[in-house]
C-alpha cells in the first residue's frame, strides 16, 4: 500500500510540535524548580546563619552567666571595684550573689561605698545607674524612684518595698581587711582608711553577708 507523502509530513510536522511543546514545558519546569531551589537554599542559608548566630550569642551568655555563678559559688569575696573607681553620682553595675543586678556607689557624705540591689521590687526591671538631684535611682519601666540611702521607693511608686543594701568588705594592698558592713548594721571600721589613698583599697562583696546567709530577701 502507497502512502500519502502529503499526510506522512502533516504527521511528522504534528508529532514535532508536540515534541517541542512537551519539552518547552519540561525545560520551563525544571527552571523554575531550579530557581525556586536555589532561592530557597540561599534564604535558608541567611535563615541557618542568623540561627547559628543566635545560637551561639546565647550560649556565649549561658557560658558567661555560668562562669559568674560558679566564680559566687566558689568565693567568698567577689571583686566589685576600686574605690578610687566608685562615683557618687553614678553606680557601677555589678552582679551579686544571687546573680541579680545591683550597684555600687561611693557616699557623698564619708567617701566608704553605698551598695545596692538594682533589681527593681516593682516586676523586677533593672535601675538605671545615675542619682538623680535627690539621690534617687529611677527605675524606666513603670518610674519608681528609690532612695539611694535608704532603698526606699518614693510615694506613689508602683514599688512598695525598698531596693535591699547590699554587704561588702574593703580590703587593702595586701588583702587585708581594713573595714566592713553588713547590709543592716553600721559600718566596722578595722584599721583607720586613708582617704587620700583610695586608689590602695578595693571593695568586695562577701559570701556571709549575702541574702541566703543572712536571710534577707
Ligand atoms: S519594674 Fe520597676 S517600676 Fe515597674
Excluded at 48 to 70: G, I, V
Excluded at 109 to 132: M, N, Q, R, Y
Excluded at 177 to 187: D, G, L, Y
Amino acid at each position: 500500500m502507497e502512502t500519502d507523502p502529503l499526510q506522512t509530513r502533516k504527521h511528522f510536522i504534528l508529532g514535532f510540535g508536540a515534541l517541542l511543546l512537551s519539552g518547552l514545558a519540561l525545560s520551563s519546569t525544571l527552571f523554575a524548580k531550579l530557581v525556586s531551589y536555589l532561592s530557597g537554599d540561599r534564604m535558608s542559608q541567611i535563615d541557618r546563619t542568623l540561627f547559628l548566630k543566635t545560637k551561639l550569642s546565647r550560649m556565649d551568655q549561658t557560658a558567661s552567666e555560668r562562669k559568674l555563678e560558679l566564680e559566687r559559688k566558689s568565693s567568698e569575696y567577689i571583686f566589685i571595684a576600686k574605690m578610687s573607681d566608685l562615683l557618687a553620682t553614678k553606680g557601677k553595675y555589678f552582679i551579686d550573689y544571687e546573680m541579680r543586678p545591683a550597684l555600687a556607689f561611693q557616699s557623698s557624705e564619708d567617701g566608704l561605698p553605698i551598695l545596692i540591689s538594682a533589681k527593681c521590687t516593682h516586676l523586677g526591671c533593672t535601675v538605671g545607674a545615675d542619682l538623680d538631684e535627690n539621690s534617687r535611682i529611677l527605675c524606666p519601666c513603670h518610674v519608681s524612684y528609690f532612695d539611694i540611702k535608704s532603698g526606699m521607693p518614693h510615694a506613689g511608686s508602683p514599688a512598695k518595698a525598698p531596693l535591699p543594701h547590699i554587704g561588702w568588705v574593703i580590703m587593702d594592698k595586701q588583702s587585708k581587711i581594713v573595714a566592713s558592713k553588713h547590709p543592716k548594721r553600721e559600718v566596722e571600721i578595722v584599721e583607720k582608711l586613708d582617704m587620700d589613698s583610695l586608689d590602695h583599697y578595693s571593695i568586695y562583696i562577701a559570701k556571709k553577708f549575702a541574702s541566703k546567709a543572712t536571710g534577707e530577701a
